[in-house]
């Protein structure tokens, strides 16, 4: 079990896994051109590096949560470091694009225990209003994966090669393998009996909430925001701009500000009155990307580009910071389930409906850039329309209650 001396200790090592998917999938953004000509592979096939860890890190979310709830966080955690510092060292040695496809699957599940586990650690650890200030805080740790990962990687890239974005993550997580068995420790208390057909009911509970599942969509269009722009900005920085990997890292960490800015904001109004709050970001994404689009008409490159992406990006972030608060708090006795279930199914949704906007509207240039968003804040508006509704029946229910 955790010691109590070491909680504090404990909680930072927390925190810093919290950002590992960010720097899973951002550290070798810049590098994506790189990576495709050392394994003569096409834009499409190297983007699917990042698709291949999208799906399992998602697929895992959805079932580990019920694993680490009734067989305990830590042990599956400290392996699980291991595991990805190994298929992270496979990654920078071969030059095959398919071994690099199943060390990404190997990523995907290993990060999907760790930070699963970690997330039901402060639900374990806190209570009340301190856990829901760190919960709050989740989205703004984590952004620090997007905003250092591809800074640092287009300096690795440039100076030593792709590879050393993958030698660079499996020797962070040796790291901190090593600090968590010197200082963390197991901290559920209570395992939950591993019941299949419970644990069917429990999924089942929280896929029939409306209100979470709602959520789950809005977090899904948020940071497909994010994907899209990683796995299109590279290309249209390095290909059709003919700027460097150090220029995309550049590009990529203003970005990862952004969303962490966007976090900031939404903890800062984390009392305000939600819907109204939710149908003002909305609104002001609708906006950017209208005038974004015009704008093409009459001026492009780099600069114009990154300005548009960073404010939509502020917007995303702070969507995503509300209904992530939201979600993980939803269901605190099964908190295991409910971080999985949340990052499970958003990272799922994502993984298709990223590759398919893709794949429909190639990285060629900031005009596909612009639909692609067009049609991701559509679709956000579109799940907050739905939202206003169930809340308009939910308060009406409320107050024929009242009156009766």
Same mark, same amino acid.
């Given at each position: ?13 927390? !925190? =810093? ?7 899973? $999938? ?10 495709? @000509? ?16 999208? %799906? ?33 060292? %496979? ?10 496809? &199943?060390?990404? %699957? +190997? ?27 760190? &919960? ?93 722009? #990683?796995? $299109? ?47 003002? #970001? +909305?609104?002001?994404? @609708? &906006? ?19 300005? !548009? ?14 209904? !992530?608060?939201? =979600?993980? =708090? ?20 994502? =993984? !298709? ?7 429909? %509207? ?13 049609? &991701? +804040?559509?679709?956000?508006? +579109? ?22």
């Amino acid at each position: 079990m955790l010691k109590e001396k070491n909680q504090k200790i404990a909680t930072l090592l927390a !925190f =810093s896994l919290i950002p590992l998917s960010g720097f899973a $999938t951002d550290i070798y953004i810049p590098s994506l051109p790189s990576m495709g @000509l050392s394994m003569h592979a096409g834009s499409l096939q190297v983007q699917m590096t990042l698709t291949f860890f999208l %799906i399992s890190y998602g697929i895992s979310q959805l079932f580990i949560g019920s694993i680490l709830d009734s067989f305990g966080r830590y042990r599956f955690s400290l392996v699980a470091l291991l595991v990805f510092a190994a298929a992270s060292f %496979i990654i920078a040695l071969t030059h095959n694009v398919y071994v690099v496809y &199943l060390m990404r %699957i +190997i990523h995907g599940i290993t990060v999907a225990l760790i930070v699963v586990s970690k997330r039901a650690f402060f639900v374990d650890v806190y209570k009340d209003k301190q856990l829901k200030h760190y &919960l709050s805080l989740f989205t703004i740790i984590w952004s620090a994966g997007p905003i250092v990962a591809p800074f640092l990687g287009g300096y690795l890239e440039s100076a030593l090669g792709w590879q050393y974005n993958f030698y660079f993550l499996g020797g962070m997580a040796l790291v901190i393998a090593l600090l968590e068995f010197i200082f963390s420790g197991e901290t559920l208390k209570k395992p939950a009996e591993f019941h299949l057909k419970k644990i069917t009911g429990v999924y089942a509970d929280m896929i029939r909430a409306t209100d979470f599942t709602l959520g789950l969509l809005m977090l899904c269009f948020a940071y497909s925001m994010v994907m899209v722009y #990683n796995m $299109t900005g590279p290309y249209i920085i390095e290909h059709q701009l003919r700027l460097t990997p150090v220029t995309a890292g550049y590009c990529s960490l203003i970005l990862g500000l952004a969303w962490m800015i966007g976090g900031f904001i939404g903890k800062a109004t984390i009392d305000r009155p939600f819907f109204k709050k939710m149908a003002t #970001n +909305i609104t002001l994404q @609708l &906006l950017l990307v209208s005038i974004m689009i015009i704008s093409l008409k009459f001026i492009t490159g780099l600069y114009a580009m990154v300005t !548009f992406a960073f404010l939509i990006h502020v917007c995303a972030g702070y969507t995503y910071n509300n209904y !992530f608060t939201y =979600s993980m =708090s939803r269901f605190p006795k099964n908190a295991g389930i409910a971080g999985g279930l949340t990052g499970g199914g958003v990272y799922v949704l994502l =993984s !298709f409906l990223t590759y398919g906007i893709v794949y429909l %509207i190639p990285a060629r240039d900031e005009r596909n850039l612009s639909y692609s968003y067009m049609i &991701l +804040i559509v679709l956000s508006a +579109i799940g907050m329309y739905f939202i206003h509704r169930l809340n308009k029946k939910q308060e009406a229910k409320v107050s024929s209650l009242a009156a009766a």
